[in-house]
């Protein structure tokens, strides 16, 4: 039997797909990108310019409405005090704990693995799951801390923890701690470890302790990797909303009302939809002015 010389042709891929161009392997991540991320941000600042009437429920095209009304509305200004404040303690509570969390945990000896594997869990409960636990936990009949309070004296039974403003943001403000402080402890861990050891065996010889090689060895070297989780972490705080809405509803009053509760109030219970989106818009400007301004002092890259 005789064979032509022809070569037989199989299938084959469009060129562009085996190409060294990134282009074809970029397409669906931009894409989902500019669907779900670009896309609702344009909306969002397109319905802004729009007044809403309450009782016709007919929007008319007026681009300075809400954004005048926002800059003179109180609830907006205190809501952004309130916002930073939030986000400030909850930082520094959380970046204080991870690292001596992390340095806890920074060992090879048996067992110290499985703590660390064990320090991810509260990060696998959806938020709103860990605040109604929290809530039943702060209940004042018979929530476990409630009534640890009440025994230590630190609290009246007659003024719950989520009944009074200034405790009521603490509330918020620990339940945010307990579930997200292990992610600091993780990065913390990671750069703990990529440490090189030589400096550190160098400052035991001379003489230098503990504390004084944390202070002159550990911090400096970590400062990076510290400016880079505070930076995720502090986007993630700007933006609370989980908590508040299932544990205080933004109250008493307004005392636990950040930026996205408001906007989540007006849209839901007022269903203006262009003041709320303006709130939404404002909010986003404030996290990219604050983060491009931490990144420039901190020098953060990626």
Excluded: C
């Excluded at 701690?177 to 440490?195: D, E, K, N």
């Amino acid at each position: 039997m005789s064979y032509s010389g022809s070569k037989t042709k199989f299938f084959s891929l469009p060129r562009w797909l085996t190409s060294e161009h990134p282009f074809p392997w970029l397409f669906p991540a931009t894409s989902v990108l500019l669907v779900f991320g670009l896309y609702p941000v344009l909306y969002s600042l397109w319905l802004s310019f729009f007044k809403r009437n309450p009782a016709t429920r007919v929007e008319k095209f007026q681009p300075s409405w809400n954004w005048t009304k926002a800059f003179t509305d109180d609830r907006v200004i205190d809501a952004i005090w309130l916002t930073l404040t939030y986000t400030g303690i909850a930082i520094i509570i959380q970046l204080i704990l991870g690292m001596v969390i992390a340095l806890l945990l920074d060992s090879d000896r048996k067992g110290f693995g499985i703590l660390r594997a064990l320090m991810t869990l509260p990060l696998v409960v959806p938020p709103a799951v860990t605040g109604m636990m929290f809530l039943l936990m702060y209940d004042g009949s018979f929530g476990v801390i409630s009534h640890m309070l009440y025994g230590l004296g630190l609290l009246s039974p007659s003024s719950p923890i989520l009944a009074n403003g200034t405790t009521a943001l603490w509330g918020v403000i620990i339940t945010d701690v307990w579930q997200w402080t292990p992610f600091m402890v993780l990065i913390m861990l990671a750069g703990l470890r990529a440490l090189p050891k030589d400096p550190f065996e160098a400052a035991a010889i001379d003489g230098a302790t503990d504390i004084q090689a944390f202070f002159k060895l550990t911090l400096p070297m970590m400062s990076k990797i510290i400016a880079l989780a505070v930076l995720i972490r502090g986007v993630d705080l700007f933006r609370v909303y989980d908590y508040i809405k299932v544990m205080t509803d933004s109250g008493p009053g307004t005392a636990t009302e950040t930026l996205t509760a408001y906007a989540g109030t007006i849209y839901f219970k007022s269903a203006n939809f262009p003041y709320a989106s303006t709130i939404a818009i404002i909010t986003l400007l404030l996290v990219v002015i604050v983060a491009n301004i931490f990144i420039k002092i901190f020098r953060v890259k990626f």
